[in-house]
């Protein structure tokens, strides 16, 4: 069954509970999934696809429980693709009546199988969110200022839509900064906008690539959720990871041989800065070095991928990162 974004709020749905967001648009189906929390309360399960892939025992475990206080639960799963279509058909064969199941999912081809099976099935739905256009976004700017009694030009709501670069996720960021600001100040100038809004600027990659290495989960899966990259930026990420990916080989090398971290963090070559040491520690105890051997000889394949399917290379880049994270290595 295929719906548009708009029509999930006319219809009444509360006998579908298998659902496929798909999409750019982030923003718009972070809205949508929110709305779905507020009615599951402490009910509500996240997941990434490779957590799931990587554990079905535990995820299964899960969803097939049953609790005294949970009547209903709410399972969203991230950055989902076809990898994971033989477990939603089983989930949904299983007809379990106390979960409701959202799968968000970046863009799909036609050819994906996750998008023609919700597509078809009676039982699933399939909803497509597509990227805004300046006439979406102006009209959220020009509501969020009426509704907030905060008088703007013309010049400043095309900063701040310019800023956003078309995305509905980062545009509501900015307006809850300028929200805290306007607290301060009753009127919201052109410079207040260019000094507080930063929408196009991410997490530094080298920040990302440690949090991996470091198997920071949570951090790891938040720095992904927070930002907005794009094609360049996971070539830039690819390569940092590649050149840490080489320094950990060095470190696990010599922590081999002298069986002291320390001395192995304080001789290394470039020098390590103090604020990175206790980082770098936890990536020497993580990684073994044929762990982190194999790992750059993934990273020039992932590299390799990505250069070929350029239109999927966040999604390829996530998995990948979220895989490296969870990891156990031996």
Known sequence: MILKSFELNK??????????????????????????????????YRYEEAEVLNDLESFFNNILSQSFFEKEKLIIINRTSDKILNIIEEIIEKQ????????????????????????????????????????????????????????????????????????????????????????????????????????????????????????????????LNENNYSIEDCILIIRTFLIKSKRLIKLCKNFKDTKDIDTVISDCKPPIFWKD??????????????????????????ELLIKKHSKNSINILSNFIIAKTISISN
């Open 11 to 44: 219809l009444k749905l509360n006998n579908k509970k298998n659902f496929l967001f798909y999409g750019e648009n982030q923003g718009q189906k972070n809205e949508i999934i929110e709305k779905f929390e507020k009615s599951f309360t402490e009910c509500t």
């Open 277 to 302: 040491k206790d980082i770098i520690k936890q990536q020497v105890k993580n990684w073994s070095l044929k762990n982190a051997e194999d790992l750059t000889y993934e990273i020039n394949e992932i």
């Open 96 to 223: 379990i009546s106390d979960i409701t199941l959202i799968l968000n999912a970046s863009s799909l081809d036609k050819k994906s199988k996750l998008r023609s099976f919700f597509e078809k099935n009676k039982e699933t739905v399939c909803v497509p969110f597509y990227k805004d256009n300046n006439q979406t976004l102006t009209t959220i700017v020009i509501k969020f200022f009426r509704e907030n009694k905060m008088p703007i030009s013309q010049q400043s709501i095309n900063l701040i839509i310019e800023r956003c670069r078309g995305d509905r996720q980062n545009l509501h960021n900015e307006l809850e900064k300028i929200f805290f600001f306007s607290r301060k100040k009753n009127k919201v100038e052109v410079e207040d906008i260019l000094k507080i809004t930063n929408l196009a600027e991410n997490y530094d990659a080298a920040e990302l690539v440690d949090s991996c290495l470091s198997k920071n989960k949570k951090k790891t899966i938040n720095i």
